[in-house]
């Protein structure tokens, strides 16, 4: 094996095993008990040592060595590996009636009145044996058709979760240990982002991800993908006794430094199986590992044997199914739904088909990018997916199954709710509908923030009544509130000629506002607060504003192209100008700002906090201080410029205090507005 004629130093043979030891210690803590105990670069490190001594001396290397994991040559085919103890299937059960028949089953081949089983997740990935002899894994090998299966060593020793040697007390000579390799559900969303980045194939679901990675014959791209690995069982044992129990065997395999799950339960009888179903099937979403069912397995090991086997399945063992997450239907048609943020969302009409335990009739396909990528057509058969609580997607349409004459799917460039230009703005993935205020998708949500407190500040127009309004047809813009009169709000539901008073005269009240409250009250895209008012400190009135070309807007702090894109393409909306106009003619109207350079902003850069009751409103005072540049805060900290307090402050005074920081009275806050910052220390 060594080609090396440098002859190895005991000192360093010593080194190397110190160091294999202790890596496969750490590696161990970090896979298998997910409890690292050194940081990362520490074992990076080790790693390497390691490494530049096997490279020095190669008689060093052993089968178990950490090195071993980051993969070698690529093969040219998988061998053949012969199971010396053939991996079973297992039955399946989908209600609880038949997992009461199996149960009766299993009670008269014993003749027993109670069984206890060991209850486990049926895990999604792929069956694994691992041959561990003397305590090495010497062999990894997939299951194939039960009998022969292919050799994937070089690819399970890239796998941290599967220990290279065994530790702990009374290891068999010979053991198989089997399990499942599966994709942890992030690593699997993970691999998916880097494979369209690099534009490489993308998998349908962890399993498939899993199963690709797995049967690599190179095996250093194996070594790139986030398997894991749990262990439920055992093969070839020879050379020790295993325990009684399935549960007692597994917990073998845990002291033996394998990895077993922490989920399986001892349950006795059909009740316990069914509770043990439930509690597991509503944690399915919440576990970061994609299981399909549950394994019940008779626990005891004689009993076990006692049933024995109908053809390739165990009769003291059974899969209760979950309802199945992704199934086959038909796409009737694609339709384009209109968000409120205007995100033009493809949406596949389907042949309805139970999914998840629900019926399913629609399903997403995200955006542009993925509706061509997964190059779904209308007609063409489909897998619909439906995890949890998530909306249900199109995960792949079934090429072979294609009707001739299919014709791919275009976003269009007109939204087909307002006919308003769709923009794609460069590097997003979401094509979006330009038409703001004016598109009815999304008239509901942008009355509803144009109302908001920090927008006009509308009291007592609630999102309820929005939704009302506009759905009787009352109002079809911002601007259509200014003419509600109180007969007819006091004729909707739940209104009463008092709220209908009060709501006109608190309409009347927001007509007197500010200009980067207007601009932000307007929800043009990424408009908030804050490039609201730099815009309009900037520019000091609306005109300008809508004049600037993009190249101007970009002179603004913090807008960038995205932004100045957002508002140009807000502004050559004739019908958002119309909105505006009559918003203006209604009586809205605020002050226009003398523009300052942001250096003579004499707040700019400074965070100020407001606590305890104010005799102004908040919002006027937070206004005033945003115009000469400072920033209203809500919390305080070492950076805060200072702090003004009003009656009754609690925590932010003490807190400010605490730190030293100036605290200032109303009397205070008058001198700031006007400029005097000596009172900020
Ligand atoms: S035991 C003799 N336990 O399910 C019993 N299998 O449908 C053989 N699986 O090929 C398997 N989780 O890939 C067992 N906790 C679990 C399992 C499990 C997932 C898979 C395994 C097997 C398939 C059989």
């Not at 008990?33 to 520490?42: F, K, R, S, T, Y």
Request: proline share 4%; with cysteine; hydrophobic share 40%.
């Amino acid at each position: 094996m060594s080609t090396s004629n440098k002859t190895l130093p005991a000192k360093d043979k010593q080194r190397a095993a110190e160091l294999r030891e202790q890596l496969n210690y750490h590696n161990y803590r970090y896979y298998v008990l997910d409890d690292p105990e050194i940081p990362d670069a520490e074992y990076d490190r080790m790693l390497r040592e390691l490494q530049g001594l096997e490279e020095h001396y190669p008689e060093l290397r052993s089968a178990d060595s950490p090195t071993q994991r980051v993969g070698g040559e690529a093969l040219s085919a998988f061998a053949e590996v012969q199971h010396e103890v053939p991996m079973l299937s297992l039955g399946n059960v989908f209600s609880e009636e038949e997992l009461v028949d199996f149960d009766r089953r299993c009670r008269e081949g014993l003749d027993v009145d109670e069984i206890e089983y060991l209850a486990e997740p049926k895990l999604d990935g792929l069956a694994i044996s691992l041959l561990y002899e003397d305590g090495v894994l010497v062999r990894g090998a997939t299951r194939g058709d039960g009998a022969t299966g292919e050799d994937v060593t070089h690819n399970v020793k890239t796998i941290g979760a599967i220990p290279l040697r065994l530790t702990g007390k009374g290891i068999p000579k010979r053991l198989e240990v089997r399990g499942e390799i599966y994709m942890p559900k992030k690593g699997f969303e993970e691999l998916n982002q880097r494979q369209r980045d690099n534009h490489a194939k993308v998998f349908a679901n962890p399993r498939n991800a899993a199963a690709g990675s797995l049967r690599q014959l190179d095996s250093s791209i194996t070594a790139t993908r986030p398997l894991s690995m749990y262990c439920y069982g055992v093969g070839v044992v020879e050379g020790a006794r295993l325990a009684k129990t399935h549960q007692a065997t597994l917990e073998q395999l845990r002291s033996w430094g394998l990895r077993v799950s922490n989920e399986p339960a001892v349950v006795k009888g059909v009740k316990a199986c069914e509770a043990y179903y439930e509690q597991l099937l509503a944690r399915r979403d919440a576990l970061d590992y994609e299981i399909d069912g549950i394994v019940y397995k008779v626990n005891r090991h004689d009993q076990q044997q006692a049933l024995g086997f109908v053809s390739r399945a165990p009769r003291w063992a059974i899969a209760r199914k979950f309802p199945a997450q992704e199934e086959m239907t038909r796409v009737l048609a694609i339709d384009i739904q209109v968000g409120r943020t205007g995100a033009l969302t493809p949406v596949a009409r389907l042949e309805p088909v139970a999914v998840g335990g629900v019926i399913v009739t629609n399903a997403t396909l995200h955006n542009e990018d993925e509706i061509r990528r997964k190059d779904v057509r209308v007609g063409d058969t489909v897998i619909v997916r439906r995890a949890g609580d998530v909306i249900p997607e199109v995960v792949s349409s079934i090429k072979s199954k294609r009707k001739k004459g299919a014709r791919q799917f275009k976003v269009p460039t007109k939204c087909p709710e307002c006919g308003s230009e769709v923009v794609r703005v460069e590097g997003e993935a979401v094509a979006r509908c330009s038409g703001g205020l004016f598109c009815p998708a999304q008239r509901k949500e942008s009355i509803k923030h144009f109302a908001s407190r920090r927008a006009m500040d509308i009291d007592g127009l609630g999102d309820k009544l929005v939704e009302q309004l506009v759905d009787a047809g009352m109002i079809h813009d911002v601007a259509d509130l200014y003419s509600l009169r109180v007969e007819q709000l006091a004729a909707m539901e739940r209104m009463g000629e008092k709220s209908a008073t009060n709501l006109v005269a608190a309409l009347e009240k927001s007509k007197s506002t500010t200009l980067p409250r207007f601009i932000f009250a307007l929800g043009i895209r990424e408009v908030g607060e804050a490039t609201a008012l730099n815009l309009a400190t900037h520019f000091g009135s609306l005109e300008k504003i809508i004049k600037a070309t993009e190249a101007q807007l970009e002179e603004v702090t913090d807008v960038g192209p995205v932004v100045a894109k957002n508002i140009v393409a807000f502004d050559h909306q004739a019908h958002n100008r119309e909105v505006i106009d009559k918003l203006i003619r209604a009586g809205v109207h605020w002050a226009d700002i003398k523009t300052r350079l942001l250096g003579e902003q004499p707040l700019a850069g400074k965070s100020i906090v407001l606590t305890g009751s104010l005799t102004e409103p908040r919002n006027a005072i937070k206004d005033k201080l945003q115009a000469l540049g400072a920033k209203v805060s809500s919390s305080v900290s070492k950076k805060t410029a200072c702090v003004i307090a009003g009656a009754d402050a609690g925590s932010k005074l003490a807190r400010a205090q605490d730190l030293g920081i100036p605290v200032l009275d109303e009397a205070a806050l008058k001198k700031l507005l006007a400029g005097d910052i000596s009172l900020l220390g």
